[in-house]
């Protein structure tokens, strides 16, 4: 899952023209003597160091069944959320399948957009998931999307640099600042690079004072209790004491190429980025130079989100035989074999870290247990609304404009008028 912010806007122009969609083709379903035919129309929001993996994949779905046309089409994360509730509130234009990421699925569910998988071949071997990520696909007791990926961040590092600069691994971000002080007095470079755009990369700091953003069991907003205060003073001291270097917008590509081409020798990512940062000039030529650590903690504990993709079908869409059949091709146990082959991403099934390629990948060594001890964001129809008020309280401490107590009762208060039914 390569994160970032979801477009708020909803704009015409970035709605896909409904002849290329087949939610709204009626010529699809299955010909006589039950074989699929059509078009299956695949909303993929995979990142550019995936996509080309993922259409392949898509692809060979044809092969399966030759009377079904596979249409990829890679939506970027950062528009995928408002263009398709655009598409489907609109009735026009949505695709039959799309790739959600995990805190999506209550909401498309509560707005009427996704169509409920149980009783349908999309739910194959339902046991076999992972429960954490069975977990976000559900809503008021129905299934909604079936588990395609499972993530957690962690900590990237620069093996050689932090070789050079005569420092540990740091495990507390205490830790992070005493290094990047010995790693600037070595090099030059900076220590940590600190996504100050995106409110996902807020979570291990809050998380690591032992603190969350919700509790959903008493319906209580807990972000600006005293923990989420602590988490951005962390923040702005890596910031101010430049430890780290943070950034307003773009974070994604800022972070990894900074990282890749050594300008920093850490930084907060996930599985998603593991085939990008290993293009760059650091690491290239030398794939064991990039170290992957558990991300560092605060006072309290280590922990971080839990994150992923599921894959849903639309309500709408005029194919729904061919996209259940479609989902269950993509999130078969073969299909997440060759992704973790592939990408290094980890599998939602539970029978698929039992093969050999997939238990000998280095990558899947780490993030396992990182997923397993990760923490459970709310699945609510709000919860990615829950980021907005983040970010923008984020980059108001970030930059000085507001103090780290005030940021805190500013999300607090926004949540308050997001949720009613919450105190």
């Not at 994949?57 to 249409?71: I, Q, S, T």
């Not at 740091?170 to 010995?182: G, I, L, Q």
């Not at 605060?298 to 994150?307: F, H, I, L, N």
């Not at 989902?327 to 980890?346: D, F, G, N, P, W």
């Amino acid at each position: 899952m390569r994160r970032g912010i979801a477009a708020t806007a909803v704009v015409a122009a970035l709605t896909m023209t409904a002849a290329a969609c087949g939610g709204d083709d009626g010529d699809g379903g299955k010909k006589s003597g039950g074989k699929l035919s059509g078009t299956v129309t695949f909303w993929d929001t995979s990142n550019d160091a995936e996509k080309a993996t993922y259409e392949k994949l898509a692809k060979g779905f044809e092969d399966l069944h030759p009377g079904v046309e596979v249409n990829y089409v890679n939506v970027p994360f950062g528009e995928a959320n408002a263009k398709f509730k655009n598409a489907a509130g609109g009735n026009s234009g949505a695709p039959d399948v799309m790739r959600t990421e995990v805190a999506w699925v209550a909401d498309f569910a509560n707005l009427g957009y996704l169509a409920p998988l149980e009783g349908t071949v999309a739910l194959d071997k339902p046991d076999d998931y992972l429960p954490q990520a069975a977990a976000s696909t559900k809503f008021k007791g129905k299934t909604y999307a079936a588990p395609q990926t499972i993530d957690t961040l962690a900590l990237f590092y620069n093996k050689k640099m932090l070789k050079a600069a005569g420092v540990e691994v740091p495990k507390t971000f205490d830790d992070v600042k005493s290094a990047a002080k010995k790693i600037k007095s070595k090099s030059g470079k900076t220590g940590l690079y600190l996504r100050g755009d995106d409110p996902y990369f807020y979570l291990p700091y809050l998380y690591g004072e032992g603190g969350d953003l919700l509790d959903t069991q008493k319906k209580e907003i807990t972000v600006d209790d005293a923990e989420g205060t602590k988490a951005f003073e962390v923040m702005k001291d890596l910031v101010d004491s430049k430890a780290a270097v943070t950034d307003a917008s773009d974070g994604y590509n800022n972070q990894l190429n900074a990282f890749k081409d050594g300008d920093v020798a850490m930084a907060l990512d996930g599985p998603w980025s593991i085939e990008g940062a290993l293009q760059g000039k650091q690491f290239k030529g030398d794939k064991a130079n990039l170290g992957v650590a558990p991300v560092p903690g605060g006072s309290a504990r280590q922990a971080s989100p839990q994150g992923g993709w599921n894959l849903a079908a639309y309500a709408g869409s005029k194919n729904l035989d061919a996209s259940y059949e479609f989902i269950k091709y993509m999130s078969s146990a073969k299909v997440q074999r060759q992704t973790t082959e592939k990408l290094s991403l980890l599998p939602t099934r539970t029978s698929v870290y039992d093969v050999k390629s997939v238990k000998d990948n280095q990558m899947v060594q780490f993030f396992k247990p990182a997923v397993d001890k990760s923490v459970q964001r709310p699945w609510i129809p709000e919860a990615n609304s829950l980021f907005e008020p983040i970010r923008l309280q984020m980059q108001k401490v970030l930059s000085g404009k507001t103090s780290p107590e005030d940021g805190a009762k500013g999300i607090g208060d926004a949540y308050r008028k997001l949720l009613k039914d919450y105190k």
